[in-house]
């Protein structure tokens, strides 16, 4: 085809999608138009409604027919605002989505052949679907349609796509892809891949902002393979920094709502987020496309309300900073080698047959007792607890013995009503309590005349008295507060010799004597450490029986290498009946009791391998190819990470003589950077405390903001942040505050410092005042550029 005439072609192509937009924009505002009035009408009627609810029933309680008719005057007022409300939301949720819509109702388009048939039929893709549903004509697809993995997963030639009930072959003849701004149609093109570069391109090359956006536009076909899998109780995303797993997670999630929207509720998929700040950055993915947020939470919000006030629960990241800055501590090695075992599977086994062993002898129990007074000894609920049959599991005979002793609170109960102690109190009674007992009586002496008034009050009172007495032991024994978890857990580091017997002598670490040693002293002080949070709540859950949550159909875990093996047993416990999408990238395990991804893991067992599924993503989109070349670099395997063909420069390192000329010189960067357009800035230190000090340097730049481990949110300026709370987000551009040998020296912190550099989409520089650290001195020299100021 000669060039004028495929400039001819090109422009009727445009002239035509540039037509057919603006018709489907016209019938979107004419739809808008149509629904706002509806939409508003219901609205007024559901609150009118409301506010005169009880004036349409009438109230009438005489007799029972009355009563009757009053009930079923209430029951049609009641179906009314239903009713009305059911259809407000309807309404309500279609205009909103053909607003969301106005402004970009589609980004692709696919013309399939299906096998048998001659036509080829035009699919548009977009966030949601748009009908004229009288005429059977779908303007837009939703992105979640089998139709729509077309688009995801082939290029034009042969495909096929999966329905509900059968595969559909045929021919792609087309795929073309629009960016469409403001309801304009500002680019097209055709392309043989699976997204083309050009719309990557355009989407990455965007600033970061401080929510993360939907990617539905370009999903990669690994992507779309996370996002529609259904077959699996367990999938395991593996996947470099910047390969766009969180992003595809939460379309996962839109497209489980979509695809089970009869059956599955925002409210029944939780997510576990790194902290409080990332579940702010990611809240608003759902509701761009159009679905209620999912549950939102933090492993650490759960251990807290699990234990506190009973103990104070040391953080993970007190912990990390705890790793970070302790060195010189003498417990210090000890420290580290406790944190590792007390995450590992050889520990995670050791409490299972810990509660085994006690199952049999040995657990130890508290009396039942209230100002001084014994009502049930320890021996006697031992004796209770092991006359059953040991062949029941110890947290069901936990149940039976409760049962038992609030059998036997009964029979105390009522023994206790004629104690001397209950005559005194009778007459220190306030009025109310006398109150309460004559209507007692006055109710009970129309059903029988026969007793006498006075004899009776006193009766009613004294159960009073003893009632409320008893309440707080009922209290003790429903919470199965008989069992002593605290001397329970104790005993595991008190004695010697035991966890010899319960591990592998090989996996338990030489210095344990030191271990027990800490961790009795923290006990003693009613305090947890964050190694022994969870080991200490699954030996509880162990011994009283899990509280499960039945509820929760999918669980997601984000930054999942960060978790030990009892996390994920935990979590697998807490909800049985759920599925999990689990994301992590071992090359970000900063934490000392990290978990691998890949091979024989703790994930792997929890559902077995024929429900596990394991996807790597190993194409890096968030930073420039210079960049993603440096980080990569840092590592000594990551040459399997790939770069998205993205220009930009090479990073920066900038070697400055003091503290005042490194803050000159961030000064003078931030200023640049914010000249070109830079809208989030991140000052990345090592430490809590390294970033106190760099804030009160900053301080005097307009927007700065120090972010901490309480930080819920974040904005768009110059961020002061700990490397390891900036997991999981990106910045336009990161300056690492200091990469010398002085701040990164060991080998357990390359992965600490990996992961700061990887949070930068545009520019990264570091500063380094003295000699740069050995990872930067290790990696490619061509991967990054030296900048010398005056050092004299």
């Given amino acids: 085809m000669s060039e004028s005439i495929q400039e001819t072609a090109d422009k009727q192509d445009w002239d035509q999608e540039t037509e057919r937009l603006h018709q489907v924009g016209e019938l979107l505002r004419e739809e808008i138009e149509r629904l706002e009035p509806m939409a508003g009408h219901l609205r007024e009627q559901v609150v009118d409604i409301r506010k005169t609810f009880w004036d349409g029933v009438s109230i009438d309680l005489g007799t029972e027919d009355d009563v009757i008719e009053t009930l079923a005057a209430m029951r049609q007022q009641a179906e009314v605002l239903t009713e009305r409300e059911i259809g407000h939301k309807s309404v309500a949720d279609r205009l909103q989505k053909f607003r969301r819509l106005l402004p970009s109702p589609y980004f692709g388009r696919i013309d399939f052949t299906e096998m048998g048939e001659s036509v080829s039929e035009p699919f548009y893709i977009g966030l949601a679907s748009f009908q004229d549903e009288e005429a059977g004509v779908f303007y837009v697809y939703d992105w979640r349609t089998p139709i729509a993995s077309l688009y995801y997963d082939h290029s034009p030639g042969p495909a096929a796509y999966q329905t509900p009930v059968t595969t559909i072959t045929g021919t792609m003849d087309l795929k073309r892809q629009f960016v469409i701004r403001s309801g304009k149609l500002e680019m097209m093109f055709d392309t043989g891949d699976t997204i083309g570069d050009e719309l990557l391109q355009q989407a990455l090359s965007r600033s970061a902002d401080s929510q993360m956006k939907s990617i539905v536009a370009t999903i990669q076909r690994e992507q779309n393979r996370i996002i529609r899998d259904l077959t699996h109780s367990m999938l395991i995303v593996q996947g470099a920094a910047g390969s766009g797993k969180t992003s595809a997670a939460l379309q996962r999630v839109a497209y489980l709502l979509y695809r089970h929207r009869n059956h599955l509720k925002a409210d029944q998929i939780i997510l576990f987020s790194p902290n409080p700040m990332f579940n702010s950055y990611v809240a608003s ?41 302790g060195r010189e501590d003498a417990d210090y090695e000890a420290r580290i080698a406790g944190i590792r075992f007390k995450a590992s599977e050889p520990f995670l086994e050791a409490i299972r047959r810990y509660v085994a062993k006690v199952g049999a002898a040995g657990l130890p129990f508290r009396s039942l007792e209230k100002k001084g007074r ?44 004629s104690q001397d102690w209950v005559t005194d109190e009778l007459d220190y009674q306030d009025r109310d309590r006398y109150q309460e007992a004559y209507i007692k009586n006055r109710k009970r002496s129309k059903e029988d005349p026969s007793f006498h008034d006075s004899i ?13 007495h008893f309440a707080p032991l009922r209290r003790f024994v429903e919470k199965l507060s008989f069992v002593d978890l605290h001397a329970l857990y104790r005993n595991l580091f008190t004695d010697s010799h035991l966890i010899h017997e319960l591990a592998p002598t090989d996996q338990v670490p030489l210095a344990w004597p030191e271990i027990s040693g800490m961790t009795l002293k923290r006990l003693e002080e009613k305090k947890l450490l964050h190694e022994d949070a969870t080991p200490f709540l699954y030996l509880t859950e162990l011994v009283k029986g899990f ?69 790597q993503l190993i194409q890096s989109y968030r930073s420039t190819r210079p960049i993603v070349e440096f980080t990569r670099s840092l590592l000594g395997d990551g040459s399997s990470i790939v770069p998205f063909n993205r220009d930009g420069e090479k990073p920066q390192l900038v070697y400055v003589k003091d503290t005042e000329a490194r803050k000159q010189r961030i000064m003078d960067d931030i200023h640049r950077l914010q000249e070109e357009g830079y809208e989030t800035v991140a000052i990345l230190c090592r430490t809590a405390e390294e970033s106190r000090t760099a804030y009160e340097e900053l301080a005097e730049l307009p927007s700065t903001r120090l972010i901490t481990k309480d930080s819920q949110s ?78 004299s």
């Fill in 374 to 417: 014994v009502y049930l000894t320890a021996s006697e609920f031992s004796e209770a607890f092991y006359r059953l049959d040991p062949s029941i599991k110890v947290a069901n005979r936990m149940d039976l013995t409760r049962a038992w002793a609030l059998e036997r609170l009964k029979e105390l109960e009522v023994a206790e009503r």
């Fill in 547 to 615: 509280q499960t949550n039945t509820q929760i159909r999918h669980v997601v875990l984000d930054e999942a290498q960060d978790y030990s093996a009892f996390q994920f047993e935990f979590i697998k416990r807490l909800f049985p009946r759920a599925r999990m999408t689990v994301l992590g990238d071992f090359n970000q395990a900063i934490f000392t009791h990290s978990t691998t991804l890949a091979g024989e893991t703790p994930l792997t067992k929890l559902y077995g391998a024929d429900q596990t599924e394991t996807i």
């Fill in 285 to 325: 993915v759902l509701p761009e496309l159009g679905e209620e947020n999912m549950l939102q939470t933090t492993f650490q919000e759960y251990l807290d309300h699990s234990l506190r006030p009973r103990y104070e629960v040391e953080d993970s990241y007190d912990q990390m900073e705890y790793v970070l800055t």
């Fill in 714 to 791: 974040f904005s768009k300026g110059i961020l002061v942040i700990p490397s390891y709370l900036a997991k999981g987000v990106e910045f336009d551009a990161v300056l690492v505050y200091d990469a010398s040998e002085g701040a990164y020296a060991s080998e357990s912190e390359r992965k600490l410092f990996y992961t700061a550099c990887t949070r930068a989409m545009h520019s990264l520089m570091l500063y380094s005042p003295g000699p740069a650290n050995r990872f930067i001195q290790e990696a490619d020299p061509e991967s990054y550029r030296t900048i010398e100021t005056n050092l």
């Fill in 456 to 468: 009776r009050e006193e009766d009613l009172l004294r159960r009073l008295i003893v009632k409320e």
